[in-house]
């Protein structure tokens, strides 16, 4: 996953620039390695597939 700046990232669906602290990170429930950023526009829209939970604190991947 990109992060741009220290503590941004772009949200793979709608490709805006969005803070970590405002991001939300799709992960495969079997494959921690697989991490989709969204913004929290698109997470209400497209939701949590099955199979993926979301971490909705990501700042700890400011760096
Ligand atoms: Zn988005």
Redesign the pocket.
């Known amino acids: 996953m990109e992060i741009i700046d220290g503590n941004k990232t772009v949200?793979?669906?709608?490709?805006?620039v969005?803070p970590l602290a405002d991001a939300v990170v799709l992960e495969r429930q079997n494959n921690k390695d697989m991490e989709k950023p969204?913004?929290e526009?698109?997470?209400e829209i497209v939701g949590v597939p099955k199979g993926y939970e979301v971490e909705r604190d990501v700042t700890y991947l400011e760096r």
């Not at 949200?11 to 805006?16: H, I, K, M, Q, V």
């Open positions: 949200c793979s669906r709608c490709d805006a969005v969204l913004c526009g698109c997470l």
